[in-house]
């Protein structure tokens, strides 16, 4: 596979950045010891980039398709203030349920609302505009 960043610039940033914290470790670990395809779940650079994009967008509404086991969720509602919203939608009950695990072991869990069915036809159900849609 090619890689997209030069390794010299993944190190950089790996030593630049706040260690990934235990509970988001652990949910790595479940992630690749029970699902199929853990190589879906994004890592803790690409983690730490999205807190850091919903606080300098200020964003207070977060519309997010596709959930898998929730890590992106759970840093995105980090960096939420604590009257924001993250909304998630997704089809599996395997994957979900890891999700639902953790979020409920974070202080930030409560902000994040799991919509469980077809994006299409959750998307017809959601109101207002978002201040962030990362897909």
């Not at 235990?22 to 730490?48: R, S």
């Not at 009257?83 to 939608?89: A, E, N, S, V």
Request: hydrophobic share 35%.
């Amino acid at each position: 596979m090619k890689r997209i960043v030069q390794k010299k610039i993944e190190q950089y940033c790996q030593e630049h950045t706040n260690p990934e914290s235990k509970l988001l470790h652990e949910l790595v670990t479940e992630t690749f010891a029970h699902t199929a395809f853990p190589e879906m779940e994004i890592g803790h650079l690409e983690g730490a980039f999205l807190r850091i994009l919903v606080r300098l967008l200020r964003a207070k509404r977060i519309l997010e398709l596709g959930t898998f086991t929730g890590y992106s969720s759970l840093v995105m509602a980090e960096g939420l203030p604590d009257d924001g919203k993250l909304i998630t939608c997704d089809i599996d009950p395997e994957t979900t349920q890891i999700a639902k695990k953790y979020w409920s072991r974070s202080p930030h869990g409560k902000k994040i609302e799991l919509r469980f069915g077809p994006a299409l036809e959750t998307l017809k159900t959601i109101e207002g505009l978002f201040d962030l849609e990362p897909v």
